[in-house]
């Protein structure tokens, strides 16, 4: 089975550019998350999806950071306009809806990042 | 504070060796907690699942929580040299699929 994909795997662009980072979640998953991870904010979630629906983006550093979901199989995080702050590896994960019960989780599938560099 | 606090290490072992990883929470709505292993250049893969208090073992992991005293360990027996990774632990509840991460531990384990 194909995992999570994540397009472009590097970005090096100038700092004032757009930046589009593109997810596809496994197929089936009801959910799914954008991630930012750096060594001094360690993994923070910035916003994620349930059936394509914005569930919680309070991640989201500020405006000029924007995640749509238009369909099942696709997610982009895009970035206008881009500052050196922004560059970190970014992770999209998927999961399955829960099952019923309390012992519910439904663990995360990550995919291998996009490195971002904003010079 | 962050709510899920991890001593980032680095921590170096030899080959054999028992790990002990920690983390600490101050969110008492957390209800599940996990530990994720990540490679170099790869997104994290989890390992270990637990739901509220108690342990779990797999192999030659076993995930403990107390949340009397909110604290989370993952230990390693016999660590291999395969086990090099950074172990991320995290917890979530309070919010179906929202997890918070600790900012992860480095380990090394060499021959």
């Known amino acids: 089975d194909a995992g999570v994909i994540q397009s472009p795997r590097h970005e090096v662009t100038e700092m004032g550019q757009e930046v589009t980072l593109r997810c596809k979640p496994i197929?089936?998953?009801?959910?799914l998350f954008w991630y930012r991870q750096t060594m001094m904010r360690g993994l923070e979630l910035l916003i994620y999806f349930n059936n394509n629906v914005p569930i919680d983006d309070s991640g989201m550093p500020e405006d000029r950071f924007s995640a749509k979901m238009p369909n099942a199989s696709f997610s982009t995080l895009k970035i206008q306009p881009s500052e050196p702050r922004d560059s970190a590896v970014y992770f999209c994960?998927?999961?399955?809806?829960?099952?019923?019960?309390?012992?519910?989780?439904?663990?995360?599938?990550f995919g291998d990042g996009t490195r971002l560099s904003i010079l | 504070q962050k709510e899920v606090e991890q001593d980032p290490g680095p921590l170096s072992v030899p080959e054999g060796a028992i790990v002990s990883l920690n983390c600490t929470y101050s969110n008492s709505a957390f209800q599940y907690f996990m530990w994720y292993r990540q490679y170099s250049r790869k997104g994290p893969e989890l390992l270990m699942y637990?739901?509220?208090?108690g342990n779990k073992e797999d192999g030659r992991f076993t995930a403990q929580v107390d949340k009397s005293s909110k604290y989370i360990s993952l230990f390693i027996r016999d660590s291999q040299p395969s086990d090099s990774a950074t172990y991320l632990c995290?917890?979530?509840?309070?919010?179906?699929?929202?997890?918070?991460f600790g900012q992860g531990t480095i380990l090394t384990v060499h021959p």
């Open positions: 197929s089936g998953h009801d959910y």
């Open positions: 994960a998927s999961s399955l809806a829960r099952r019923s019960g309390a012992d519910s989780y439904q663990p995360q599938h």
């Open positions: 637990t739901y509220s208090s």
């Open positions: 995290a917890a979530g509840g309070t919010s179906y699929g929202k997890l918070t």
